[in-house]
């Protein structure tokens, strides 16, 4: 029998929620966005989505929708990245303590966490299921290893074994890469609408097939560390002026704010410049650590 998913209450820590993580790669978590939040979400992304056509034949899914770029289209969208669980998680898991030497001083820094994808997928009824894989591929990864990303798929409808709810491979996170993943030994990620599952990029899942009569709908997030590439483009697909609306904890996951030591840096000063200097050619360069 496969191993299945653990399912904690909102009241659940952070601490506990990470302890499983590590063990299975992956966590369901009640009432994680609240309706009045997702009810402002789809009001705002609703007409996006409507118009987003469905992928073409494979992975990306002939019956499937991605509306992608959420923070540029809702303001929304900040409830999702720092919901306590999933932005608490991502820190533990992403972020680590660095030492070097600079002459014969040790400087100790320690990595950002930065925003990496934003999406809404829609799965459609007819969709068949994903091929099973990992999503931290994008960072030439091998494994096991330490973490590159740390995911969450919201429920943004009920998740359940008709409508295509996420598949995963609980515990597959700790497997090399030689190890071929089977669906017999996947579960579906079977949930209420405004739960999610925190899960590892290194996870092996796959979108489910949708049986039923009615669309499945994720909200789709992910951390990365803050020194490696981010999967969708934050810096191209949010406009400044959007960027500016949102509070610095915001901007920072966005990206602007170096990732110590230097990495990240506009005109050798802190890249959140760009948010609030006319002229950014005469900033003069600043010690980044």
């Not at 540029?72 to 999702?80: D, M, R, V």
């Not at 709810?165 to 949930?191: F, N, Q, Y």
Request: overall charge negative.
């Amino acid at each position: 029998m496969a191993k299945q998913l653990v399912t904690l209450s909102a009241s659940t820590s952070v601490e506990e929620v990470v302890e499983i993580m590590k063990r299975d790669g992956g966590v369901i978590i009640e009432d994680m966005i609240s309706s009045e939040v997702l009810n402002n979400f789809w009001e705002d992304l609703s007409p996006y989505l409507d118009k987003t056509p469905y992928g073409v034949e494979g992975f990306a899914g002939p019956k499937t929708k991605r509306c992608c770029a959420l923070m540029a289209k809702t303001l929304s969208s900040q409830y999702f990245i720092t919901q306590p669980h999933f932005l608490g998680a991502a820190r533990t898991f992403l972020e680590e303590d660095y030492e070097f030497l600079l002459a014969d001083k040790t400087i100790k820094t320690t990595n950002t966490t930065q925003l990496s994808v934003t999406q809404a997928i829609q799965i459609w009824p007819g969709q068949k299921a994903q091929v099973l894989h990992r999503d931290d591929h994008l960072h030439h990864r091998h494994h096991p290893g330490p973490e590159s990303q740390i995911q969450v798929l919201y429920a943004g409808t009920d998740f359940t074994e008709d409508n295509g709810a996420t598949l995963v491979i609980p515990g597959s996170h700790l497997w090399d890469d030689k190890r071929i993943p089977t669906l017999e030994e996947a579960v579906p990620a079977v949930m209420k609408k405004g739960s999610g599952l925190i899960y590892c990029g290194s996870l092996y899942h796959a979108g489910g097939e949708n049986k039923s009569t009615e669309t499945r709908t994720a909200i789709a997030f992910s951390f990365c560390r803050g020194y490696l590439r981010q999967e969708e483009n934050q810096y191209l697909v949010v406009p400044k002026e959007t960027v500016l609306k949102y509070p610095k904890e915001v901007q920072d996951l966005l990206g602007y704010k170096v990732c110590e030591p230097f990495c990240g840096w506009v005109e050798m000063s802190d890249p959140s410049i760009v948010l609030h200097q006319s002229d950014i050619t005469t900033a003069g360069a600043k010690n980044l650590f």
